[in-house]
């Protein structure tokens, strides 16, 4: 069975610190990993998309593969308390087919002022 | 570019009673995904579309929910008869080719 496992939180961090959040997957198949962002009573929004090993960054975001550990990272540089919410890692088998997300619980961080 | 729309936003129904939800993905998407997402949890993939054609369905309870995407556009999902435990958020979401974009759901309360 494939899973996604986070470390449910809360995660608190002060403002203007670095947030780091970590994902675990089970599926050695796995080939996409993707971090969304969701408000309570909003929906999932993508904000990071990651296919191969090393970093990738995106403004305040960075995004970290290692799938020979089958561990992905999301670093928050500068965080804003808008930044707080909760973050789904979600993975996915590509190459044609069914290729639905496989999400993780997400993790809650809060952004203390 | 509009988003993903699903309609309605809010639904209480009682148990045993029937509801659909439905969605319209982003213009020019091929793939569809209807996800459940109970409170707390990370969602849950119910059933993907390409274009009409149902991919993956292996996660759907089919003995009560069905899901219907005509002319590869718009798609229904429908619970029938309601439970208490299908009470959740049922996200719709559209790909293109890798990334998946949601819609705001629509919200279940099953009394």
């Known amino acids: 069975q494939k899973e996604v496992e986070q470390n449910s939180g809360p995660l608190s961090v002060p403002e203007g610190a670095i947030a780091s959040l970590n994902c675990t997957y089970s599926?050695?198949?796995?080939?996409?990993f993707f971090w969304y962002r969701q408000y309570s009573g909003k929906s999932p929004e993508l904000i990071m998309s990651?296919?191969?090993?090393g970093d990738k960054e995106d403004g305040r975001f960075t995004a970290q593969l290692n799938k020979a550990s089958q561990y992905v990272s999301l670093l928050i540089r500068d965080s804003q308390p808008s930044d707080s919410a909760t973050y789904l890692c979600a993975v996915r088998r590509t190459g044609g087919g069914a290729d639905g997300l496989t999400f993780g619980k997400g993790t809650h961080l809060i952004i203390q002022p | 570019e509009a988003g993903v729309a699903q309609s309605p936003r809010y639904k209480i129904i009682e148990k045993r009673q029937s509801v659909a939800f439905w969605c319209n993905p982003i213009?020019?998407?091929?793939?569809l995904y209807w996800y459940q997402q109970i409170l707390g949890q990370g969602p849950k993939l119910l059933i993907q579309?390409?274009?009409?054609?149902?991919?993956?369905d292996s996660q759907l309870p089919k003995d009560r929910f069905s899901a219907e995407r005509l002319k590869g556009v718009d798609s229904t999902l429908k619970i029938q008869p309601a439970k208490l435990e299908d009470s959740a958020v049922y996200l719709c979401?559209?790909?293109?080719?890798?990334?998946?974009?949601f819609g705001q759901g629509t919200r279940l309360t099953v009394v």
């Open positions: 979401a559209s790909s293109a080719i890798t990334e998946a974009f």
């Open positions: 213009s020019g998407h091929a793939t």
């Open positions: 579309f390409q274009n009409n054609g149902v991919v993956d």
């Open positions: 990651i296919y191969s090993n």
């Open positions: 599926d050695r198949g796995s080939q996409s």
